[in-house]
């Protein structure tokens, strides 16, 4: 499933889909990044270290399968593929309602 539409602001991202919409803050998109920093850190076992005052500095479409993200610190090779952005938007959805 691909969003009709994003929108993207500085402290989160919102993607709409066919069947509805689901945002994810900076932080969380941050803390979730797969680029090869971050997966080395985690493979380590180290946590990922998210900046506090982590914000959205711009995106860009790769394909018709995934996002990527830059965040204001200069971190920008995070892949994030739909179905990525997706399993983020329940699990943080799963959270808020705890
Ligand atoms: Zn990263």
Same mark, same amino acid.
């Given at each position: 499933?691909? *969003?009709? %539409?994003?929108? !993207? +602001? $500085?402290?989160? !991202?919102? !993607?709409? #889909? *066919?069947? /509805?919409?689901? =945002?994810? &803050?900076?932080?969380? !998109?941050r803390?979730?990044c @797969?680029c090869?920093d971050? @997966?080395?850190?985690?493979? @380590? /076992?180290? $946590?990922? &270290?998210?900046p =506090?005052e982590t914000a959205l500095a711009g995106? %860009? $479409?790769? /394909? ?5 993200l830059r965040f204001a610190d200069g971190h920008e090779r995070g892949?994030? $593929? #739909? ?5 983020? +938007?329940?699990? &943080?959805?799963?959270? +808020?309602? @705890?």
């Amino acid at each position: 499933m691909t *969003p009709v %539409e994003i929108l !993207l +602001a $500085p402290q989160a !991202l919102t !993607l709409v #889909w *066919p069947n /509805g919409s689901a =945002t994810l &803050s900076a932080q969380a !998109l941050r803390a979730a990044c @797969r680029c090869a920093d971050c @997966r080395a850190a985690t493979l @380590r /076992g180290q $946590p990922i &270290s998210v900046p =506090t005052e982590t914000a959205l500095a711009g995106l %860009e $479409p790769l /394909g018709h399968y995934a996002l990527q993200l830059r965040f204001a610190d200069g971190h920008e090779r995070g892949i994030y $593929p #739909w179905a990525y952005l997706q399993q983020l +938007a329940v699990a &943080s959805d799963a959270a +808020a309602f @705890r």
